[in-house]
């Protein structure tokens, strides 16, 4: 049973996060261990409002020991809040010479042009990506990773992917997902060499949270399971899609996509 390990953060309400990603390796059939880096929480009585909560250094350090000492066939990144954290998982990563690698650069934004953590953004860009099989940022997050601008189109896309893989990822995906105007659901993987479009049915439901970390977790499933990256990105494609088309409302402020929809279906 190959080994999976999720460097993230804590989602309480379970939809996203180390939650969303244990959920997705169990469904690939790997071995899922957690180094958590933050926890979130939502307050139900001012409007889900997420309160973070880093955790120690000391204590992700303890962590990462222990699961790296077991032997871990690929891992992906989530929440990285701050710089310290960011550079204690790319420590780890190395040193232990893990080879599959997913990086997820989660940046929680205020509105559509205001990264929280400024600091963080830049140490992905410097630390992880030079250490990314595969790095998986959404619109925002390939603007803020390539600083090509904002992105509203496929050339556009492009060109942030050709930045960011010069930056040092090996493979580049860019999820367009339902924010392109289009009929379909796009995403853009580019491997320095060309550039593929992965279309996909575009489903209309706010029932997606997430949705980027299980696309990032499964990649990470698939690559552990000795697939190569173009198939590991195209199998978690259509796995997150499923996951969408069966998305369910959680209360009246979030709805998480089905983790288990693409193996129950």
């Known amino acids: 049973m190959k080994k999976t390990l999720t460097i993230a953060g804590s989602d309480t309400s379970g939809g996203a996060g180390i939650q969303a990603d244990l959920k997705t390796f169990q469904e690939h059939g790997t071995y899922g261990m957690t180094a958590l880096t933050t926890i979130v929480t939502m307050d ?3 409007g889900w409002s997420h309160g973070v909560f880093p955790l120690a250094i000391d204590a992700l350090q303890a962590q990462l020991k222990t699961a790296m000492s077991t032997g871990i066939d690929a891992l992906k990144t989530g929440m990285l809040a701050t710089p310290e954290i960011i550079e204690t998982a790319a420590a780890s990563i190395k040193a232990n010479s893990v080879e599959k690698v997913v990086i997820d650069p989660v940046m929680v934004c205020k509105g559509e042009d205001e990264v929280l953590n400024p600091e963080a953004a830049e140490a992905t860009r410097d630390l992880l990506l030079p250490l990314a099989t595969v790095v998986t940022p959404n619109l925002f997050e ?3 990773l390539s600083g090509v601008g ?3 189109t496929i050339d556009d896309m492009k060109e942030a992917a050709k ?3 010069e930056l040092g990822a ?3 995906v860019v999820k367009g997902g339902k924010q392109l105007e289009s009929d379909k659901a796009i995403d853009l993987f580019y491997d320095g060499k060309e550039f593929v479009l992965l279309e996909g049915e575009k489903h209309n439901t706010t029932y997606n949270h997430g949705a980027g970390c ?3 977790a499964a990649i990470t499933a698939n690559l552990a ?3 190569d990256v173009k198939e590991a990105v195209n199998n978690a494609k259509n796995f997150v899609n499923a996951a969408i088309k069966h998305g369910w409302k ?3 402020y979030v709805g998480p996509v089905m983790h288990g929809a693409y193996n129950k279906n």
Request: no cysteine; proline share 8%.
């Open 150 to 152: 904002p992105i509203r």
């Open 44 to 46: 139900p009585d001012n």
């Open 214 to 216: 299980t696309f990032a």
């Open 142 to 144: 390939a603007w803020q």
């Open 163 to 165: 930045k960011i893989y």
């Open 170 to 172: 090996k493979n580049v």
């Open 225 to 227: 399971n000795g697939q």
């Open 250 to 252: 959680l209360n009246e």
